[in-house]
């Protein structure tokens, strides 16, 4: 599943998703914005796709909603793994 607003990160996923012949739901970061608390629209699509991976642009403020619920899934960061609150770099440099 992907929450997420469009971007480049968001169109390589879906077109690697797409060639590969995965399923990548598209959930918009509205559903989980503080606005939407008790986020129900969330959990019911949480609860019909039962995903096994989220990759958000925001994994902190899905990890948050995820953790107001009773359900547990993985959260990934849409742009690369996340330290310590900041973007890991790919080239291993600090």
């Not at 599943?1 to 690697?16: E, K, R």
Request: charged letters at 10%.
């Amino acid at each position: 599943m992907i929450v997420a607003d469009n971007g480049i990160h968001h169109a390589l996923l879906m077109l690697a998703a797409t060639n590969v012949s995965i399923p990548a739901p598209i959930v918009s970061p509205s559903y989980i914005a503080a606005g939407a608390h008790p986020w129900t629209k969330f959990q019911r699509v949480v609860d019909q796709i039962n995903p096994c991976l989220i990759v958000a642009d925001n994994p902190d403020a899905v990890q948050a909603t995820l953790g107001q619920m009773t359900t547990t899934v993985s959260v990934q960061s849409l742009a690369g793994s996340v330290v310590a609150g900041k973007r890991a770099r790919s080239d291993g440099a600090a």
